[in-house]
């Protein structure tokens, strides 16, 4: 059976939202390493090998607002979709403390397999879900860990990136976000522009309209917690686009 790198969910849905989650899974294909990068299970099943909580909350969310879903079906480590073809760390060798003994001596032709045959098809099947509209507005759907290994701990519930060639939704909705009583992060933990990410491919050059929202993955790690921060972010989101007009 030939591995499909990406699900969708609901492509009939008629929602001008198209909620996203690149990093929706841990899953080793078994073309690469027999299935295995070498690392523990701990390991994988930490942020290092995909955005834990993630992927319930875009399901979720998605259902709610009556939108298509996009997700991943490979984890970041086999090579991550949120990075542009020439970005460096398309393909980790170590992250955040471990070795990936699986992508170690990973070449040129190694990275251009795995580019054919999980990266380019996610990113065809994003391209086509995204065009299935002209007034398409992407959210895309992220968790981050409450702390990385030895640095200090992060306060925000939920955060917002946004790049400054285009932050018409976001910055409205870091507002309504505090204002609803959520430690809100403004291009934190992270920075909100990366040349050639998924929202930069998909969102800003083609000038669609777009959220990054990223949720604290302790917030998130059952589906209590999963359904629960979809259902908060739905409505904010549903008012936050009526009023920008856009």
């Known amino acids: ?46 942020h290092i090998a995909y955005d834990v909580g993630a992927a319930g909350v875009t399901r979720t969310l998605a259902g709610l607002l009556d939108a298509p879903a996009i997700l991943t079906r490979f984890s970041r480590l086999v090579i991550d979709p949120n990075r542009g073809e020439d970005d460096p760390t398309l393909l980790m060798k170590l992250y955040d403390g471990t070795i990936i003994p699986a992508n170690r001596h990973a070449d040129g032709a190694e990275l251009e397999r795995r580019l054919n045959a999980y990266y380019r098809p996610y990113h065809q099947a994003y391209a086509k879900l995204a065009s299935r509209r002209p007034d398409t507005v992407i959210c895309a759907i992220h968790s981050f860990t409450p702390c990385l290994r030895g640095r200090a701990p992060r306060p925000w519930e939920v955060a917002v990136l946004h790049s400054h060639k285009d932050s018409r939704l976001a910055l409205d909705l870091i507002r309504a976000l505090r204002a609803a009583g ?13 040349d050639g990410d998924s929202i930069d491919r998909h969102a800003l050059q083609p000038g669609r309209p777009n959220v990054l929202i990223e949720v604290r ?30």
């Open 182 to 194: 959520y430690v809100t992060g403004d291009n934190e933990p992270y920075d909100g522009h990366l």
């Open 217 to 246: 993955n302790d917030l998130i790690a059952d589906e209590n917690g999963q359904t629960l921060w979809a259902s908060r972010l739905a409505p904010i989101l549903q008012d936050v686009l009526a009023a920008t007009g856009l």
């Open 1 to 46: 059976m030939t591995f499909k790198p990406f699900e969708i969910i609901g492509a009939d849905r008629p929602s001008r939202w198209l909620v996203t989650c690149d990093h929706a899974s841990n899953i080793v294909p078994p073309d690469v390493s027999g299935g295995i990068l070498g690392i523990c299970d701990a390991d994988m099943n930490r």
